[in-house]
């Protein structure tokens, strides 16, 4: 069974930190890309980080210097850790698996290059 299962989101105070977790089976994980998109109300779903199966990273610009993608490839889970949060951080995150090691095709084609997505967790940034 295929499943990616997002948690850690919540409230938090501008300024504040939030990690979110991304489990995922086996099959959804191995020799993936991994990565993070987010969506706020009336808007499209945008690409956040991703990570490859060998660890390079790439970031929206809006986030670099303040969120950092990781993997844990025992434990078959992605991380994001968020920091410096603003309002407009707010939006449901996404956890999504490549389909491939390579990161970089997440970011620049998702719709054809991702073969699984979680349910998605809410961040609520409060000013």
């Known amino acids: 069974q295929v499943q990616l299962v997002e948690s850690g989101g919540g409230l938090v105070q501008a300024g504040g930190s939030l990690r979110l977790s991304c489990a995922a089976s086996e099959r959804a994980f191995s020799n993936r890309a991994m990565g993070w998109f987010r969506q706020a109300p009336g808007t499209e779903r945008e690409f956040v980080g991703a990570i490859s199966w060998g660890n390079t990273k790439y970031y929206n610009d809006s986030v670099k210097g303040r969120f950092t993608i990781s993997r844990d490839n025992a434990k078959n889970t992605v991380y994001l850790q968020m920091n410096s949060l603003k309002p407009e951080d707010t939006a449901v995150y996404y956890c999504?698996?490549?389909?491939?090691?390579?990161?970089?095709?997440?970011?620049?084609?998702?719709?054809?290059?991702?073969?699984?997505w979680g349910q998605g967790t809410q961040v609520t940034v409060a000013s």
């Open positions: 999504a698996a490549g389909r491939t090691t390579a990161a970089w095709p997440m970011r620049d084609n998702p719709r054809g290059n991702i073969d699984y």
